[in-house]
């Protein structure tokens, strides 16, 4: 599909516009998300994380959509509800680039926390389905506890990133011949990991 490109920008915009249009497909019916937006915004419209859960896993509905989400909400870490609720909250009015570093930060602590562990754990390991969460209740989750992911660093701090056995306890087995060539790599030394802008959050 070639067509009359010239350097003049507003000619290769309504040309790229015209080429667009000319291979669209027809309007998409709306998704689950757009559909149940009313009542999604009714549900979430409490003052509190224990009230707003409790309006979702509460909801009486034959759609299997919404049941699953709010079974998936019931059945899932406190603390990533708490997390995902103040990570909404606080960032409300920030800049995409404040967003994208706290993300970031979050992505990186729930990494080394407990609970991913222990999800993989019990859907892809032992397959019980019987997550035990730390902290296990929504009532157990503290203030500071969600505050730690998404305290935002400064732009040229770094972190090395926890490797001690508290960190690690899990039965995710590594690759010993991708471990041992990467001790190679590095001339036989251990090389702690770092990563820019977050050691002032993992402290």
Not at 21 to 43: K, Q, Y
Not at 60 to 70: G, N, P, R, S, V
Not at 173 to 197: A, N, V, Y
């Amino acid at each position: 599909m070639r067509q009359p490109w010239t350097a003049d920008a507003e000619d290769a915009h309504r040309l790229l516009t015209d080429v667009l249009r000319s291979v669209a497909v027809a309007r998409l019916a709306p998704g689950p998300l757009r559909e149940h937006l009313d009542l999604i915004g009714e549900l979430c419209g409490y003052a509190t994380l224990p009230e707003i859960v409790a309006a979702i896993t509460g909801v009486k509905t034959q759609d299997a959509w919404l049941a699953k989400a709010a079974a998936t909400l019931a059945a899932g870490s406190p603390g990533s509800a708490a997390l995902s609720h103040a990570l909404q909250r606080r960032m409300l009015h920030a800049s995409l680039a404040e967003v994208y570093r706290v993300e970031l930060v979050a992505s990186l602590t729930c990494a080394v926390r407990a609970d991913l562990a222990e999800g993989v754990r019990a859907l892809l390991i032992d397959k019980d389905r019987r997550p035990r969460w730390q902290p296990a209740t929504l009532a157990e989750v503290t203030p500071s506890g969600s505050r730690v992911f998404s305290r935002v660093p400064g732009r040229r701090t770094s972190i090395r990133l926890p490797t001690s056995a508290h960190h690690s306890r899990s039965r995710l087995q590594h690759d010993e011949s991708f471990c041992h060539r990467g001790h190679r790599e590095h001339g036989g030394k251990t090389r702690k990991k770092e990563m820019p802008g977050l050691e002032s959050f993992m402290g």
